[in-house]
T-cell receptor
């Protein structure tokens, strides 16, 4: 039972490069989320999706894009990497809109922009 | 903007000591969750509290939701090195969105 799987675990990018952070879940969850975690700042919501074909901006969406073509996959794309995007990125999923349900997190992608 | 403030930010204690971590907000939440995160991993849910005044116990951990559903506390009795980690509280207002606190980093020395 894999749960939420994120790849890669680590990546170093140069300023201006682009990349896609992959996230897949095998729990048939409708809701998926991307967060970034910076030291002492908690988890900030970047984008979320309530189902295949539906995405919306969270708290800090600038510089990122997402897509949700299937229930399982929710990739996050950085088009022009900037040093401010150095962070640890977490993907999470939840079964439905019942907020008492837990969010299930991947193990994160540690991204450095140099 | 809804905020969840956690205190203390960092706590270093000896094995066997007791501790309490606080999570406060000016907003009312429909439920509140506590997660624990270890280095190199994502947060994992410990508990969800829903009713004002609710108390839940998980072995040596006791969680309480404030009567007004604006705050919560986590008390650990006789802390062990295995309790070391980042403790995050998360408030839900219903629907899709969850607000996370910045976390309390706990280090328990043997």
């Amino acid at each position: 039972n894999a749960g939420v799987t994120q790849t890669p675990k680590f990546r170093i990018l140069k300023i201006g490069q682009s990349m896609t952070l992959q996230c897949t879940q095998d729990m048939n969850h409708n809701y998926m989320y991307w967060y970034r975690q910076d030291p002492g700042m908690g988890l900030k919501l970047i984008y979320y999706s309530v189902g295949a074909g539906i995405t919306d901006k969270g708290e800090v969406p600038n510089g990122y894009n997402v897509s949700r073509s299937t229930t399982e996959d929710f990739p996050l794309r950085l088009e022009l990497a900037a040093p401010s995007q150095t962070s640890v990125y977490f993907c999470a999923s939840r079964l439905d809109n019942n907020s008492n349900q837990p969010q299930h997190f991947g193990d994160g992608t540690r991204l450095s922009i140099l | 903007t809804q905020l969840l403030e956690q205190s203390p930010q960092f706590l270093s204690i000896q094995e066997g000591e007791n501790l309490t971590v606080y999570c406060n907000s000016s907003s009312v939440f429909s439920s509140l969750q506590w997660y624990r995160q270890e280095p190199g991993e994502g947060p994992v849910l410990l508990v969800t509290v829903v009713t004002g005044g609710e108390v839940k116990k998980l072995k040596r951990l006791t969680f309480q939701f404030g009567d007004a559903r604006k705050d919560s506390s986590l008390h650990i009795t006789a802390a062990q090195p295995g309790d070391t980690g980042l403790y995050l509280c998360a408030g839900n207002t219903g629907g899709f969105k969850t607000i996370f606190g910045a976390g309390t980093r706990l280090f328990v020395k043997a």
